[in-house]
């Protein structure tokens, strides 16, 4: 990760903009950022992790306050940071959320927080994304770090610098799983445990066909399971050849059982077979008896029936010569009925014309009673009827068009009266609008005279809202003065306790130090053995040992004093920390409350809450006279437009009037004419003229149908007797005599070809030889015959089913024993694969025997790397603290311990002073980054950590330890490192020439690039 540019705008400390060229710091691989306690060097650094992760470390997070309070109220708070991530180029733009002033009316609104990541590509910046959480699954995916690991690995801030040394071995596994990317080892675990898993359920699923063959086998042999059949374990204790050779035997035997069975059956199945040849023979013999005399009755009785079937054949033959005919007859009688019910029709016709009938038929109807007669009907032939048709639809064509209009003009006419009405009603609305226009202009004048006195009061009453909220937060920051005062007091009065507590314990320490030097010579004494040599002196023999006496104290009682001092001065410098942050919070306070107390503060708000009020009433008003200014104009307009849509539609109904006048006056002139020649309305002749031709159609139909079926009837009465003739009848009655229906024709055929064929049937099977010879034939003893076969057929269906059963069995374990090998065969090569994933997933997981670590993949890895990480961490400790410290990780665990060379113990992390913990922590820091930088050169893998920023804790360390620590860092550059050290200590401004610089001011702090040494 390299860091190229950074923008800061009304954020923290910084009310403007403020921007820095860091890879202008970054030349020299080295350079400090410094400036007075509050000034906002700590934010520069808030504003990288807020560009990158969208939060800040540490508590300032939680505040979830990060706009600048100093900022105008309209300006947005955003950074921008140009960070090279992974081998590409990003930009990242965020904004916090914060409350913006209200575009519309009066107050706050919140704006959400946003985000904008670019990247360039070809030399442009090219769109990502704009969501909060895509931007952060692209940081924590390139990146390799969560905020928290960022904070502990390459951003350490006030009061997260020596977490990580401190951090609990679950904690420390997650940041170097993530940094080291070993995750994959984890994956690799729960593969192989997955693998192992698969098989072993693969294994089980092929032992489910072994044991169902086997099994089944032991059923269908009658043969108990081998007893080293086992199926309990994917391994299982199966002997595979075992089971061959065992299901091998059950089907030899089963083969030898179905062969004896097979020999018995032969003999059995012939002698079965001689009886029932036997026996049948016996049984046709004598149904062939039965049968004969059968025969002989049933040809007797045939013989008798001859005169009858004789008479049926005779009146057959008549039926047969009359059939031709039968169908003429029936057409003459059909072509009888057409005329007599044209007849009829034609009848029924002319009785419904009535008198118009009568009229048309001219001097031969005398009365309506003779319309019916003859002779009328045959005057009224049909040119008469189409001539009286004709002149009946003309007359109501005619009266049609007139009802159409008549219609009409009565529309026409209720069209008139209805435009009349709407003219009246017209000049009433006339009258309205003249009068609303003479009034509305004065009304809106009035409106408009309001609106102008009333601007002046919305604008002095924004301008009160804004000095309230400046005087309200003015007023909070007064009062966090106060509250701060008390706590800075506190902490002070902690830290004097403390140093009290640091000095009592060191003298004690001391005190008991030299004690125990004054007695060393009675604890080497203790450590003599006779005839050892005596470390001081070198002689082996020891005749006046010194004595311990009885206060004199031991080692462990100094270790244990001195503990208690590391204890101390590790709580003093906290207290230390403690006065440190709260006089700078103290600072930032007091400077946004101006130097003005709590009371001057409220008597301002309550003077700027007394003007509100007063223009709040005057404003009140406002948006309620908009409204009717609104609606007043809005009422002139619309009256305008009334005014033309009044008009058009009066010049319109006018025009229609004159246009309905004129289409009346013909309209009536054509009614009239029709009415004057049918001597009735339109309506009624035309109901009248309509039923009186619809009869005239009706008659016509019936004449047109009766001339023609009295031509049919002619015709086919002519052609039915000359066919009669030919067929022998002298008239038509004699044919519908001799007709038999066509079903009773069919039937009495059926029956004599019926009665012809019976006989000569019964003919032919008697003269049979079987029948012949059976009468003349001795009788058999059929029973004994019948008892013998079944006696022999029993005995021969006992020996089949022995043979099926053997046959059965023999094929059936032929198929098992097959199923049984191929099961076997498909289980062994899972089996083996199970066998080498077992192993080598017990050995992943820590569980096998030969893993003497005891640890899984994922675990032995990360342990691995916290090594590397010691030992890179102990090469930059040891020049800082003339080999003093040097860091041990505990066997098999990611536990760090510190050993002091000065007393050879290991000791806790949290037993160091401030300025020990100091060292250690940015030691690991520095071992973690090259470990992590070795990594990245050697594949291309895990994160890039080419930026290291360390903030203050070179205040805690003495002049020679700075230097030490000084030359540590500059020995960074030269892997080609950026280190930006964060501090206020003024030595480090002689000592690093490269410095960004924070300067406090009331309108903001500001950032800018010094070269000390040009």
């Not at 199966?238 to 089963?254: F, I």
């Not at 009946?392 to 005619?398: D, F, S, V």
Request: aromatic share 2%; hydrophobic share 45%.
């Amino acid at each position: 990760m390299r860091l190229h540019h950074l923008e800061i705008t009304a954020f923290g400390p910084f009310a403007g903009t403020v921007a820095v060229d860091l890879d202008a710091l970054a030349d020299g691989g080295l350079f400090l950022l410094c400036g007075p306690t509050g000034a906002g060097k700590s934010s520069v650094l808030d504003a990288i992790c807020f560009a990158l992760y969208g939060a800040v470390p540490g508590e300032r997070n939680g505040a979830r306050h990060l706009r600048s309070d100093q900022a105008a109220p309209e300006v947005a708070p955003r950074v921008v940071l140009e960070a090279t991530l992974s081998g590409r180029r990003f930009r990242f733009s965020r904004s916090p959320a914060w409350e913006r002033p209200k575009k519309r009316g009066e107050g706050l609104t919140t704006q959400q927080a946003t985000v904008l990541v670019e990247e360039r590509v070809d030399g442009a910046w090219s769109h990502l994304t704009g969501r909060i959480d895509d931007a952060g699954h692209l940081v924590g995916r390139l990146v390799g770090l969560t905020l928290t690991q960022f904070c502990q690995v390459v951003l350490l801030p006030q009061g997260e610098f020596q977490r990580f040394l401190r951090a609990g071995g679950d904690d420390r596994q997650k940041l170097l799983q993530s940094i080291f990317r070993t995750g994959r080892f984890g994956d690799v675990e729960r593969w192989l445990a997955e693998h192992r898993r698969v098989l072993r359920q693969e294994s089980l699923a092929l032992q489910r066909p072994i044991a169902e063959a086997v099994n089944r086998i032991s059923e269908a042999a009658g043969v108990p399971l081998p007893a080293e059949v086992r199926f309990d374990d994917p391994a299982g204790g199966v002997g595979a050849d075992d089971l061959a050779a065992w299901a091998g035997a059950a089907e030899a035997d089963a083969a030898e059982l179905s062969v004896a069975a097979e020999a018995a059956l032969a003999p059995a199945v012939a002698t079965a077979a001689a009886a029932a040849q036997a026996l049948r023979a016996a049984e046709e013999l004598e149904a062939a008896r039965r049968r004969r005399q059968q025969l002989a009755a049933r040809h007797d009785a045939l013989l008798a029936r001859a005169p009858e079937v004789d008479a049926q054949r005779r009146r057959v033959e008549e039926a047969r010569r009359a059939a031709p005919v039968l169908g003429l007859v029936i057409t003459r009688d059909r072509a009888a009925d057409a005329v007599r019910a044209a007849d009829a029709a034609l009848a029924a016709g002319l009785r419904r014309l009535g008198p118009v009938a009568a009229e048309t038929a001219g001097t031969l109807v005398l009365t309506l009673d003779d319309v019916v007669d003859p002779l009328v009907q045959a005057a009224l032939d049909e040119p008469a009827v189409r001539a009286a048709l004709a002149d009946a639809r003309a007359r109501c064509e005619r009266c049609t068009d007139a009802v159409g209009r008549q219609a009409e003009l009565t529309e026409l006419e209720a069209a008139s009266s209805r435009a009349s009405a709407e003219l009246a009603e017209l000049d009433r609305r006339g009258a309205e609008l003249d009068e609303a226009e003479r009034t509305l202009p004065a009304q809106i004048g009035r409106v408009r005279s309001a609106l102008r006195a009333d601007s002046a009061a919305v604008e002095a009453h924004r301008a009160a809202e804004h000095r309230r909220a400046a005087a309200a937060a003015a007023l909070a920051a007064a009062e966090r003065v106060e509250k701060l005062a008390g706590v800075l007091a506190q902490a002070e009065v902690e830290l004097a306790a403390a140093r009290e507590e640091t000095q009592t314990r060191r003298e004690h320490w001391l005190d008991l130090r030299e004690r125990r030097l004054d007695g060393m010579a009675a604890e080497i004494a203790l450590d003599l053995a006779v005839g050892d040599a005596c470390p001081v002196c070198g002689s082996c023999d020891h005749p006046h040992p010194a004595a311990v006496g009885a206060d004199a104290p031991d080692a462990a009682a100094e270790r244990t004093a001195r503990r208690a001092v590391d204890d101390a001065e590790a709580l003093q410098q906290a207290r230390v920390d403690a006065v440190r942050a709260a006089a700078e919070n103290l600072a930032r306070a007091r400077e946004a409350a101006q130097g003005t107390d709590v009371a001057g503060w409220r008597t301002v708000v309550a003077d700027l809450d007394a003007m509100l009020a007063a223009l709040t009433e005057q404003v009140d008003g406002l948006a309620a006279r908009e409204a009717e200014l609104a609606l007043l104009e809005a009422r002139q307009q619309a009256l305008a437009d009334d005014r033309r849509a009044l008009a058009e539609r009066t010049a319109a109904l006018t025009a229609e009037r004159q246009q309905h006048a004129v289409r009346s006056g013909e309209l009536a002139r054509v009614v009239g004419r029709v009415r004057a020649v049918e001597g009735q309305e339109p309506a009624a002749a035309l109901a009248a003229l309509t039923t009186t031709t619809e009869r005239w159609e009706q008659v016509l139909v019936a004449r047109i149908d009766l001339d023609r079926a009295e031509v049919h009837l002619a015709e086919t009465q002519e052609v039915a007797l000359t066919e009669a003739k030919e067929h022998g009848f002298d008239d038509l009655d004699a044919v519908t005599s001799a007709g038999l229906p066509h079903a009773e024709l069919a039937t009495l055929e059926q029956q004599l070809r019926r009665h012809d064929e019976e006989v000569a049937t019964t003919r032919e099977q008697l003269a049979d030889p079987l029948l012949v010879a059976a009468a003349s034939a001795a009788p058999v003893d059929l029973g004994a015959l019948r008892t013998a076969a079944e006696e022999t057929a029993r005995t021969a269906s006992e020996l089949r089913t022995r043979h099926d059963v053997a046959a059965r069995r023999r094929d059936r374990l032929q198929a098992l024993v097959a199923d049984l090998r191929g099961a076997l065969a498909a289980w062994a090569p899972v089996r083996a694969r199970h066998d080498v994933a077992d192993r080598v997933a017990t050995l992943a997981s820590g569980r096998s025997a030969d893993n003497r670590v005891r640890l899984g993949l994922a675990a032995y890895v990360v342990s691995w790397r916290l090594g590397q990480v010691v030992a890179a961490a102990n090469q930059r400790l040891a020049p800082m603290t003339a080999t003093r410290y040097s860091l041990e990780q505990e066997a098999g665990a990611l536990r760090l311990l510190v050993r002091d060379e000065w007393s050879g113990e290991l000791r806790d992390p949290a037993t160091l002073s401030g300025g020990e913990t100091f060292l250690v922590s940015l030691a690991l820091a520095l071992g973690l980054a090259d470990v992590v930088a070795g990594e990245s050169a050697a594949d291309g893998e895990g994160s890039d950590l080419e930026t290291l920023f360390v903030d203050e804790g070179f205040g805690s360390l003495d002049a020679e330890t700075l230097d030490d620590v000084m030359d540590t860092l500059d020995e960074l550059r030269e892997g080609g490192r950026v280190v930006g050290v964060v501090s206020h200590v003024s030595e480090l401004r002689t000592r690093i020439p490269t410095q960004l610089q924070v300067a406090p001011s009331r309108s903001g702090s500001r950032l800018s690039i010094v070269h000390a040494d040009g």
